[in-house]
């Protein structure tokens, strides 16, 4: 089974993993936002540091779900 594929499955029956996508993509709109301004204020600049991080951290709790998954069905 692919990663994607595992992804499908897990967005339908796992709430968290759900949950870790809904917000990953409301982050990533609201870093499309800020980086429609021409210029960033230093506080866009922190915000939107906070922003990523937060975004690479649902990512990177998705992607050890989807591993977890894998292990789980190859066992």
Do not use: C, F, G
């Amino acid at each position: 089974m692919k990663d994607t594929e595992i992804a499908e499955v897990l967005k339908k029956d796992n709430e968290e993993y759900k949950k870790l996508d809904e917000e990953h993509r409301s982050l990533e709109k609201k870093l499309a936002e800020i980086d429609k301004n021409r210029y960033l204020t230093p506080e866009d600049e922190m915000e939107r540091k906070k922003i990523q991080k937060q975004k690479l951290a649902r990512k990177d709790r998705m992607a050890e779900m989807v591993r977890e998954y894998k292990k789980k069905v190859n066992s």
